[in-house]
């Protein structure tokens, strides 16, 4: 401890190194799957739907019940009798549980849950359960799902649109009436989640005794999601006691999904007697954990001839999968009050659509909603300087909200808190250099080279007010029940020795906010960062909470901190006036440092921090009669900002709104297509700094996300509502080599609304990259529909036009559209020295059919040409059982036939249907065929790459055995062999 | 995300290797580095009875020069083979192709024979092995024999390796004088799956191009001495004959595209290295 | 050696961080899952299982591997280096980790122990290496919290300050 000058240090606003960092760089870190579990706990494993949407026809676990190891196995009808359904944002009449009950709706959806003594025999036990499932159609992109006539994800709820609503702000009509021009532009924005590396942990323990369920799970909040859990469960909140560990492998929102888990599990360890603890793995989290919502947004823009929007309108579909879950639909919500960005735009108007389609469920992910909104608006914004000829910064300038307008009201509702916004943009074209940038870009142009500077300003909002999700509501519905505000509190604990412990209810995820804590207590307490002990663990049953508390909605700094604040404040009062009494001076003439408490004006008048403390413990009876004994206050917080909204459905949806400004200079490789971000130029005014370290932390990460979701990240659905991105080789999140360095700029507008001055920063970059970058590629293309992400493949499409025509005498392939579904196509031709009739046959026997089934163990007859088979199918060392059927239909001896059918196993399940044409030729029959295959499940999520050529061999096996069997040698004619043949090196 | 249950084989020997794949049979796999093996085992997309582990057997961990080409043995990582000083010089494409081998962490226990052996069709060692038209070697219990590259690789992970067969060691052919080399490649990030890889030896009079990643395996073809627009027709031709496929990452479009695009680079670049 | 029988639990013994460390394993245990559960050594952490994003790496006889695309059968015998045996003892760190510090490298931490492997064996074999190849080998790691840029300036702060990424102790 440095003596001297007692006063001197204060942290908060220094970039102090984090406390946390020893234990986690030593591998000492306490993370939810390395904490000690009771004897005997089990562990689960879940079978999770192949199919986007199916009906349950039967289970059948009798078989996994009896494997080794296998304790217990749940199904649907278990937790329909043990649990309620969990309640949901919306009164819908849909209902969703922890394991699917009657129906599964997107592939991923937990089925049946095994519970076994370790991890490795759950496994196993999966693959001998046997579902029987009868596909329905489906629904999977958001504009079909809302047609009228889509198939119903919940046939109790009516439609897929389960919400509809309609806002108007000012008088956007008359300004549309009135504007020069108008600028649309419509955006669809992928699904996407920033995927933390550490998934899911629970373990549940059921306590019989008093009917309460202890569960260890590495959940972030926010805790209105703790009601959700318990009332599922048929308990009161204080008979469900979630204990969150120390270090979390990561959040951004996602770990708030985690709560059907909870449910699962507990119920799984009431039936078992047993705790059950389960750790999901990368292909569940990929497939089923969550996704930020999907959304097609309209955007229409009001403006002058001179570049000044007047009126927005949006029309905007949000795609929450295919359950409702809470606190869904946040995404569509919390954005609501900045839905005019950083634009002085007085007039707006919004209708919001929430659909459902046969997706996983969307929930919270980093942005939660804002990435959407303003992809949408900063397009637009770009949109208008190309339509009227202008440059877009002057756009984005022109309409900036001037500066001494703080606070400020936008049009639905939210309170600006604070800003200098030309100033800040001033600085931006400064320190970030835009004139080189630009010299850069022509430099390259003049070469032929496609460069382009992309530009974005956006307000990142702060700590979410409890209340927004109320707006979707009517004025007359909220009145029954408003909601507002938000409530965080800690505890600072001073013990007989002197010693700070500080606890809190904001459950960190990675950032650091346990030295944030440390440095606010300490500045208060005149101790040092490093004295003061922070435990973010958390207990319900011990540690107080309330349904703010979490980790979300980058609310830390102006909730959990300010609370931090308040507490630290309390002690330092009370050991004020027990040192005050030492020191004999007033209380207000007491200072704090150096571990001291001193006369202000006499600072050797001194006793030591501990003295004073110890006081408390030690021999209360000496404190002023007025304080209780003891040193242990608890800060508490709720900005008086945050109300319920108006009966004009204005509402301040955050408490604090920062404000960034990007521009960045991109280049596309004119042979690959490949988007290079050259230069990154980020400004952000956060408010205050608590800790710039944090903060850069905070920009460089969210940066980082922002990256992948403009260039690389996407969870891609099928048409069949197959799941493609099922691994980390398929949902590719950028590497060191894809992000590039930002350049980061800084000034600082405290908030007047939180006493700390700070704003959030957790999300700003999330959610400026995406449509920075595809601004940028819209400069170089000059280029309207840009979607994201820029996967070189669609790039490739805008940049070099038609294809060159196949050489002479060669047809093309049909031309498939991008995203036209992934059913695999292909065709061919086999020359088989047998005459037609003797071919055909072959294909009507059974038992000559199961000889030329590639794999076939054993066919049954189950009609007429209609046969059950068991085969074993694969490609090189993958190979999986399969239950198979096969049809014959259509048939036109000896000429022609469909064969149909599918098949069903561990590895996934897949539907087909092929037209085979039998003609004879040269003593022999040319067999050809041609087939479309739908493959859903395990293999089409984690084997995407493979499955084209896989299925291709599969298809001319079954040929060249058909050959075979009538008496062979195969005569193999399909492309490939021609294309072998062509380049001399046929078999 | 466990594999299945398996028997364990740590062989000492390539005579203890081929037995205990004569024993398994065809639910018996050969194991080196694993990372492909390993990770389909985790999914259990592969479910072998028996996994004979090859890592440790000292004769086959070795690289030689001998009779005009570069061998490899199978117990020999990627990271060797990268890190070998020869490198440049004995092989100057591998030299070029071997940094977009998967990662650091990956080719530090990966080896070269075991990439060759999992015939991944977008993989840069098969893609090498087949445009320098080398060879690999084949054991068994009861013989040996070695096969052209191309008539290793058949298709999509499936080779011409019968059930009791290990790959011992693979021959990469040393450069001829005046031949130049080029390696390009166009995958998603740094050290994913080519989408694309192109592979060039460009020779007085000559080119040869071969192509990974568009057909179910690499693809070879050699002109002559083409320019211009004789080029440009080759290679689309060429990439019209790949076909390409759709998946989540590329269009057969763009993977036509590159075949056009990066092909003409790699040669170009090989022209003037 | 004798075909290891799937149904029973073998005897496997490594020299963790220096010492000696046993335990059993089926053929099919994981590396990583005998670390953790068998040893428990809980500093190497499970991030995809699929051998891409490098949470699980560990240095086996000095080199930076997967430990989910190895059993622990396969490391009978060896020397297996994980984070909780970088620095000299336990409560000191050493240059690269108080670089890591230093430079806000991590954040959840989750990943930061495969990267730390990663590193140390890197920079044995590269003591100067550039900013591109830091980059090429960090790729093989996936972090989600910090876009890398404090890695690559604490790499590249230990790189210029002669490098000092010490090696794991070593029996």
Not at chain 2, 209 to 231: M, Y
Request: charged share 25%; glycine share 10%.
């Amino acid at each position: 401890m440095t003596q001297g000058h007692p006063q001197s240090e204060k942290f908060v606003g220094q970039p102090v190194e984090r406390l946390e960092d020893a234990a986690l760089l030593m591998g000492r870190g306490r993370y939810a799957d390395d904490l000690p579990i009771r004897v005997g706990t089990l562990h689960g494993a879940i079978l999770r739907s192949p199919h986007a949407h199916a009906e349950i026809v039967s289970i059948d676990t009798s078989e996994a019940e009896a494997r080794p190891g296998v304790v217990a196995v749940l199904t649907g009808d278990e937790i329909k009798e043990l649990t309620d359904p969990f309640i949901m944002v919306l009164k819908l009449p849909l209902q969703h549980w922890s394991l699917a009950v009657e129906r599964v709706r997107f592939v991923g959806e937990s089925v049946v849950l095994v519970v076994a003594e370790d991890r490795y025999q759950a496994e196993d036990a999966l693959e001998y359960i046997k579902v029987e499932y009868k596909p329905l159609p489906v629904a999977v992109d958001p504009r079909d799902a809302a047609k009228e006539d889509a198939p119903l994800i919940h046939p109790a709820a009516g439609t897929n649109v389960v919400s509809v609503r309609n806002f108007n702000y000012g008088e956007p009509d008359k300004a549309f009436a009135e504007a020069d021009h108008t600028v649309e532009l419509t955006i669809e924005f992928p699904r996407n989640s920033q995927t933390p590396m550490e998934g899911y942990v629970v373990v549940a323990d059921y306590l019989p005794g008093n009917n309460t369920y202890d569960v260890l799970a590495n959940f972030q909040g926010p805790y209105t999601v703790h009601p959700v859990m318990a009332r599922s469960l048929r308990v009161s909140g204080s008979a469900l006691r979630i204990r969150t560990p120390q270090d979390s492998g990561g959040g951004f929102g996602v770990k708030q999904a985690i709560f059907p888990y909870v449910t699962l599990m507990s119920t799984a360890s009431k039936i078992v007697g047993r705790p059950v603890k389960w750790v999901e793995d990368r292909l569940e989290h990929l497939s089923a954990a969550v996704a930020a919502p999907n959304r097609v947004i309209h955007l229409e823009a009001a403006v002058t001839k001179d570049g000044k929007v007047t009126a927005f309108r949006f029309d905007q579909l949000d795609d929450y999968g295919a359950y409702l879950r809470a606190p869904m639909p946040g995404p569509l919500y919390r954005p609501h009050g900045c839905l005019t960005g950083p634009y002085f735009i007085p007039n707006l108007s919004v209708t919001n659509r929430l659909v459902l389609t046969n997706k996983t469920p969307s929930g919270m992910v980093r942005g939660f909603g804002c990435p959407q909104m303003y992809f949408a608006i900063e397009r637009v914004m770009q949109c208008i300087a190309v339509e009227l000829d202008l440059d877009p910064l002057d756009v984005i300038s022109r309409n900036l909200i001037p500066a001494g307008s703080f606070p400020y009201r936008s049009a639905a509702g939210a309170i600006y808190d604070s800003g200098d916004y030309p100033k800040a943009l001033e600085i931006a074209v400064e320190e970030g250099d835009l004139k080189e940038l630009k010299e850069r870009r022509d430099k390259a142009r003049a070469e032929g080279r496609l460069y382009g500077i992309g530009y974005c300003a956006v307000i990142e909002p702060g700590q979410s007010n409890m209340g927004y999700l109320s707006t979707i509501l009517t004025a007359e519905e909220r009145r029954k029940n408003p909601k507002g505000g938000s409530v965080s509190q800690v505890t600072v604990n001073v013990e007989p020795l002197g010693g700070v412990s500080v606890t809190a209810d904001c459950m960190p995820q990675g950032q650091g906010q346990g030295t944030a804590l440390a440095q606010i207590v300490a500045d208060e307490l005149g101790l040092k960062p490093d004295q003061i002990r922070v435990n973010l663990e958390h207990d319900t049953q011990k540690d107080a909470w309330s349904i703010a508390s979490g980790n979300y909605s980058s609310r830390f700094v102006s909730s959990t901190a300010i609370a931090a604040h308040r507490a630290a404040q309390k002690v330092r009062a009370k050991l004020a006036t027990i040192a005050a009494q030492s020191l004999n001076v007033s209380e207000e003439k007491v200072s704090f440092g150096g571990g001291q408490i001193f006369a202000t004006e006499n600072p050797d008048n001194a006793i030591k921090f501990h003295r004073a403390a110890g006081a408390a413990h030690w021999h209360p009876g000496s404190l002023p009669t007025e304080l209780e004994a003891g040193v242990r206050e608890i800060g508490v917080w709720a900005p008086p900002e945050l109300d319920s909204p108006s009966d004009s459905d204005r509402i301040n949806t955050s408490l604090t709104y920062g404000f960034k400004i990007d521009y960045c200079g991109i280049e596309i490789d004119p042979d690959t297509a490949e988007v290079r971000i050259d230069k990154y130029v980020t400004m952000h005014d956060t408010g205050k700094m608590i800790n710039p370290l944090l903060v850069r932390g905070q920009i460089e990460g969210s940066f980082g996300w922002g990256v992948g979701i403009a260039l690389y990240e996407e969870f891609v659905y099928a048409e069949d509502g197959s799941f493609l991105s099922g691994t980390f080789a398929d949902y590719l999140c950028p590497t060191a080599c894809e992000v590039p360095k930002p350049v980061i700029l800084h000034m600082e507008t405290p908030s007047p609304f939180t006493p700390l001055g700070a704003k959030g920063i957790g999300e700003g970059n999330c959610m400026t990259v995406p449509v920075c970058v595809a601004n940028a590629v819209s400069d170089a293309l000059d280029v309207r529909d840009v979607r994201v992400p820029l996967t070189p493949a669609r790039v490739s499409a805008m940049i070099h036009g038609e294809e060159a025509a196949p050489p002479a005498g060669r047809a093309a392939p049909a031309a498939k559209a991008e995203g036209a579904g992934r059913a695999l196509a292909g065709e061919g031709t086999t020359l088989v020295p047998a005459a037609p009739e003797e071919v055909w046959k072959t294909l009507l026997d059974a038992e000559k059919l199961a000889a030329v089934i590639p794999g076939c163990h054993r066919l049954d007859v189950v009609g007429d040409n209609d046969y059950r088979a068991e085969v074993t199918l694969g490609v090189g060392p993958v190979k999986g059982r399969f239950q198979a059927s096969v049809r014959l239909a259509e048939l036109d001896a000896p000429r022609s036939a469909t064969l149909s059918g599918g098949l069903d196993g561990p590895l996934g399940s897949s539907r087909g249907s092929g037209r085979v044409r039998l003609e004879a030729r040269d003593g022999g029959t040319e067999v050809s065929y041609t087939y479309t295959v739908e493959v859903t499940g395990k293999v089409a999520a984690v084997g995407g790459r493979m499955l084209d050529g896989a299925t291709r061999m599969l298809v001319r096996q079954f040929f060249e055995r058909l050959a075979a069997q009538v008496g062979g040698p195969p005569v193999h004619e399909s492309w490939w062999t021609r294309l072998l043949r062509a380049l001399g090196i046929g078999q | 995300m466990k594999p299945k249950g398996f028997d364990y084989l740590r062989a000492a020997s390539v005579e203890e290797a081929v037995d205990g794949l004569k024993e398994g049979g065809e639910e018996a796999r050969i194991v080196a580095g694993g990372q492909s093996l390993g990770a389909m085992m985790n999914m259990r997309l592969v479910e072998p009875e028996l996994l004979v582990d090859i890592a440790g057997i000292a004769d086959l961990d070795y690289l030689r020069a001998e009779n005009g080409a570069l061998e490899v043995g199978a117990a020999l990582t990627q990271a060797e083979l990268l890190e070998w000083s020869g490198l440049a010089e004995q092989a100057p494409l591998l030299h070029l192709a071997m940094p977009h081998v998967g990662h650091f962490q990956t080719r530090n226990r990966g080896t070269v024979c075991g990439s060759i052996a999992h015939a991944d069709p977008s993989s840069e060692l098969p893609l090498s092995l087949a445009v320098l038209g080398g060879e690999v070697k084949l054991r068994s219990a009861s013989g040996q024999r070695t096969l052209a590259a191309s008539e290793f690789q058949l298709g999509m992970l499936s080779t011409a390796r019968r059930p009791d067969e290990m790959v011992t060691a693979v021959r990469f052919p040393n450069p001829r004088p005046g031949q130049s080399f080029a390696f390009r490649e166009v995958a998603r990030r740094h050290g994913d799956f080519a989408i694309v890889a192109a592979a060039a030896v460009v020779s007085d009079g000559h080119v040869r191009l071969g192509i990974g990643g568009v057909a179910d395996r690499p693809t070879v073809r050699d002109w002559e001495a083409l320019e211009g627009s004789a080029l440009d027709d080759a290679l689309n031709e060429f990439a019209w004959d790949l076909g390409g496929h759709d998946d989540i990452h590329a269009t057969a479009r763009y993977r036509r595209e590159l075949v056009r695009r990066i092909g003409r680079r790699a040669i170009e670049e090989a022209r003037h290295a | 050696m004798p075909r290891l029988s799937r149904e029973a639990r073998h005897p496997v013994t490594i020299i963790l961080n220096g010492k000696r460390a046993s335990g059993y394993a089926e053929p099919r245990l994981l590396l990583v899952d005998f670390l953790r559960r068998e040893i428990g050594a809980t500093g190497s952490h499970v991030g995809c299982e699929h051998g891409v994003c490098g949470a699980c790496t560990v240095r086996v006889d000095g080199k930076a591997v997967r430990s989910c695309l190895m059993y622990a059968v396969q490391a009978d015998g060896r020397r297996v280096d994980t984070v909780e045996g970088l620095g000299d003892d336990s409560s000191d760190l050493t240059a690269l980790q108080s670089a890591f510090r230093r430079e806000h490298a991590l954040q959840c931490g989750y990943c930061t122990p495969g990267v730390l492997m990663s590193i140390s064996d890197f920079l044995e074999r590269n003591p100067k290496p550039t900013e591109t190849e830091i980059r090429e080998m960090l790729s093989g790691h996936i972090c989600r919290c910090t876009g890398y840029a404090g890695m690559v300036r604490a790499v590249l702060d230990v790189v210029s300050n002669g490098g000092a990424a010490e090696s794991p102790k070593s029996e």
